[in-house]
């Protein structure tokens, strides 16, 4: 998953459209020709959150003028309750309001699927419930009210769309993300939680403003490197920063502040447009010779042709001026050429300096924006080290920075999709590059599921191809004896919701009715100790290290805060401050995110560190080890006959058991990503929690001067609770770290339990085998056989030619 977040204005939407040939929230790919779009509405509670807020900005006491936060309430309000007199709306409560259109139950809570084959059409059937035709609160006039239909584009809490485009075919998923956050509570969490899941970050921004605008700043601050350093995502590899509109290229200016006057090789352009530039005007001037040499000329030969209207033969003059004439309409036609050639050159030697100035304001903004990445990346590593350590080599990576020029991709695009030739010359919009890094970043991820469905398909084939063969001369009595020994039965118990219950309790309910000695209970109690083992030593080592390091970093944390408090609202809009102050420090910016810096920023690397540690570094062999034991006992209860057979089963099953336990690491780091990502955003909400009086009590001040009165009385609290604020969030945020080793643990205890059901399937051979009689039966027999051994050896080609290609053989061969 890929978020891309940006600033208004940044040309977001047309960088979405220009690298899918389409933007709104999460868009993801769809194997059909046709447009899907998934539209999701906000719950009945979440949009009565949101009335609270809109009706607490309508009505704030120090408005005498129409903020943008008034008009934003005001236009979310119309919307949705169009009948509504914006007079009554100071008066009115939440559920008062909500009950203004009865129709919001069917809405709300609900989600509205759009499917088109035609982009006009489904553009035009999203742009009715994304877009905002209504206008603003206008003020009562004396005419009557025209009916207005509501509109619930304010109640649209996700929109996912899914197109039929190469860029996602490899597997990613864009997702539009307001970069300043949102007035909605509800779609703020959504963007917390994609923030959470993503994989990678794109962060846009126009190439004129990439280096020193201020939103785009607040995208790379201090909350949210802290935020992806905990989520162990703040290096070069997750985060891609694209400068977009490269294609707006003011030159002066540019040659201005770069310094490029004295540049030899723009000095030798501007040379070339300069020649250009004569040479068109001489031309120019050519023609207008011509053209009054022409005239004059045709007035000469009009004027003789009068004097000799009676003569029957023309004169020699008029002859010759007529042969003049005719070289002059040649000569006009030749300067005519010769200015459309100079012309061409012109325009050529322009773009060329187009060109060149937008290559050095590309270079030059590259160079700074990897600058300030590396500058920050060490500041975040300074701050959280130990004095054992040193900076990591991954400082070395370079952040990527693409410059791209997305409008001109869609009119190039466009020109070609039409069959005309565009007039953008070979300009390098560069999103072409930047959509093969989309393909490029998802490879890793779609090599390692492949490789993993060849592996299991090829074991599955395996242990297909070992049942067909099945065990022929064992006899009834004996499979019978062995599968009264060792197999094991499900108890209706078990299928309970593992949500009821605890999933280790209800494996014990599932396998209740089986016998002592059966395989799946045995291995799960002998997993069991394993797994108890493992976690407890993931206890000690959050126990020891990294709740040491939150309560160490708190004490510390608690002097920043109030000096946080006062730079944030330094320099803002009052009203800003105040609507930031009603939603619980959470507008534009996040206040709350911003004071867990002081916290985050020290815990980062451990807290990364900590969760990327290898806790199951003997998972495998002492797992391994309790399977090998066990079926070393089936293997004995045996009979003779049947004992060597079993032998050579019990090898195989083995060897697949060891990829599977192999993978389980792979099952177990993802879980811990998704809760190291959960933990890492639970920081704020923890923030707000502890300040939300504070909150309330800066709102209680109005009037004349409560612009500083809210803002010393929500610091004055700040100053009393800095202390408690870090410790009861590191105590929260501690009690929320056990949950490690109950995530470990829960996730071992279900993929150990799928293994210990292959092998319970893999060894039933034993005594289920594949009873096949007669002609027919062997020849279909043979004829399975052979296809099974044709899969695997197709499998096993592409498998080994991966390992040809990783161990760098195969450079330079086809």
């Given at each position: 998953m890929v978020n891309e977040l940006a600033t208004t204005g940044a040309g977001k939407s047309t960088l979405i459209n220009a690298l899918l040939g389409l933007g709104v929230t999460e868009i993801a790919y769809n194997p059909n020709k046709n447009l899907k779009a998934d539209i999701e509405y906000l719950t009945a509670a979440e949009w009565k959150e949101e009335v609270n807020v809109l009706l607490e900005d309508l009505r704030d006491p120090t408005s005498s003028v129409n903020t943008e936060e008034v008009e934003v309430a005001r236009a979310k309000v119309k919307a949705v309750y169009p009948s509504v007199d914006f007079h009554a709306l100071k008066t009115m409560t939440a559920d008062e309001l909500l009950a203004q259109n009865s129709a919001l139950s069917i809405i709300l809570g609900n989600t509205v699927r759009i499917v088109e084959n035609s982009p006009a059409r489904f553009s035009q059937e999203l742009s009715r419930y994304l877009d905002s035709q209504e206008g603003l609160f206008e003020p009562p006039t004396n005419k009557e009210p025209s009916v207005v239909p509501p509109a619930y584009w304010p109640l649209i809490r996700q929109v996912r769309i899914f197109v039929n485009s190469s860029v996602l075919a490899c597997g990613a998923i864009l997702v539009d993300l307001p970069?300043?956050?949102?007035?909605?509570?509800?779609?703020?969490?959504?963007?917390?939680?994609?923030?959470?899941?993503?994989?990678?970050?794109?962060?846009v921004a126009p190439i004129a403003r990439a280096v020193n605008d201020k939103i785009a700043a607040e995208l790379c601050g201090q909350a949210f490197k802290s935020q992806l350093k905990m989520s162990g995502k703040y290096h070069a590899h997750?985060?891609?920063?694209?400068?977009?509109?490269?294609?707006?290229?003011?030159?002066?200016?540019?040659?201005?502040?770069?310094?490029?006057?004295?540049?030899?090789?723009?000095k030798a352009i501007e040379k070339r447009i300069k020649d250009a530039q004569a040479n068109l005007q001489k031309w120019k001037q050519t023609k207008v010779n011509y053209d009054t040499n022409k005239k004059n000329c045709g007035i000469q030969c009009s004027s003789d042709v009068q004097q000799n209207s009676h003569s029957t033969t023309l004169s020699g003059d008029i002859g010759q001026l007529k042969d003049e004439l005719l070289h002059l309409h040649r000569s006009i036609e030749s300067a005519n050429i010769s200015i459309d050639i100079a012309n061409k050159k012109h325009l050529a030697a322009i773009a060329e300096r187009t060109a060149f100035c937008a290559a050095k304001r590309s270079e030059w903004a590259t160079a700074k924006l990897q600058g300030h990445f590396r500058a920050g990346l060490e500041e975040m590593e300074v701050d959280d080290m130990v004095d054992d350590q040193s900076l990591p080599d991954r400082l070395d990576d370079d952040l990527a920075v693409f410059t791209v020029s997305a409008r001109s991709q869609i009119e190039i695009e466009s020109a070609v999709h039409r069959g005309?030739?565009?007039?953008?010359?070979?300009?390098?919009?560069?999103?072409?590059?930047?959509?093969?890094?989309?393909?490029?970043?998802?490879?890793?991820?779609?090599?390692?599921v492949g490789e993993l469905a060849l592996h299991k398909t090829r074991d599955h084939t395996c242990e297909a191809d070992s049942w067909i063969d099945g065990i022929p001369g064992v006899s009834v009595s004996d499979r019978d004896r062995l599968k009264a020994l060792w197999r094991s039965k499900k108890s209706p118990a078990g299928a309970r919701s593992k949500n009821d219950i605890p999933y280790r309790q209800l494996l014990q309910m599932r396998y209740q009715s089986s016998p002592e000695t059966a395989i799946i209970p045995v291995l799960l109690k002998a997993f069991q100790e394993v797994v108890d083992s493992?976690?407890?030593?993931?206890?000690?080592?959050?126990?020891?290290?990294?709740?040491?390091?939150?309560?160490?970093?708190?004490?510390?944390?608690?002097?920043?805060?109030?000096?946080?408090?006062?730079?944030?609202?330094?320099?803002?809009?009052?009203?800003?401050?105040?609507?930031?102050?009603?939603?619980?420090?959470?507008?534009?910016?996040?206040?709350?995110?911003?004071?867990?810096?002081?916290?985050?920023?020290?815990?980062?690397r451990s807290w990364s560190d900590a969760f990327a540690s290898n806790f199951l570094g003997t998972l495998e062999d002492r797992a391994a080890m309790q399977i090998e034991l066990l079926l070393g006992r089936v293997v004995a209860s045996a009979p003779a006959y049947l004992q060597p057979r079993a032998q050579e089963l019990v090898r195989s099953i083995m060897l697949r058991t060891r990829r599977e336990l192999h993978r389980v690491h792979a099952v177990v780091r993802i879980a811990l990503d998704e809760l190291k990502a959960d933990l890492s955003q639970s920081l704020s909400p923890l923030v707000q929690s502890q300040l939300t009086k504070g909150y309330e009590d800066a709102l209680l001040e109005v009037g004349i001067g409560s612009q500083k009165r809210q803002r010393d009385v929500f610091n004055a609290y700040l100053e009393i609770k800095k202390h408690a604020l870090f410790a009861d969030t590191t105590t929260a945020l501690e009690k929320r770290l056990d949950d490690v080793s109950q995530v470990v643990g829960e996730t071992l205890d279900k993929a150990l339990e799928g293994i210990a059901r292959t092998v319970e399937v893999s060894i039933s051979i034993l005594w289920e085998g594949c009873p096949l009689e007669g002609e027919e039966d062997n020849k279909a027999r043979m004829e399975t056989k052979t296809l099974l051994a044709d899969t695997i050896a197709e499998i096993d080609c592409w498998l080994d030619a991966k390992k040809y290609r990783d161990s760098g053989k195969a450079s330079g061969s086809k």
């Open positions: 970069g300043t956050g949102d007035s909605n509570a509800a779609r703020n969490r959504v963007a917390q939680s994609f923030m959470a899941r993503a994989d990678r970050f794109f962060i997750a985060i891609t920063f694209i400068a977009t509109k490269c294609d707006d290229v003011p030159c002066k200016e540019i040659i201005r502040n770069l310094g490029l006057a004295s540049n030899p090789d723009l005309e030739q565009h007039m953008l010359g070979g300009i390098d919009t560069r999103i072409p590059e930047l959509r093969h890094r989309i393909d490029t970043i998802t490879l890793p991820k779609r090599e390692k493992l976690t407890g030593e993931v206890s000690i080592r959050f126990g020891t290290g990294l709740r040491d390091k939150c309560r160490a970093s708190a004490s510390v944390a608690a002097a920043e805060v109030v000096k946080i408090s006062e730079d944030f609202a330094t320099g803002l809009h009052h009203k800003t401050y105040r609507a930031t102050l009603v939603r619980k420090g959470v507008f534009r910016q996040d206040l709350n995110a911003e004071l867990a810096v002081p916290l985050t920023k020290r815990i980062a």
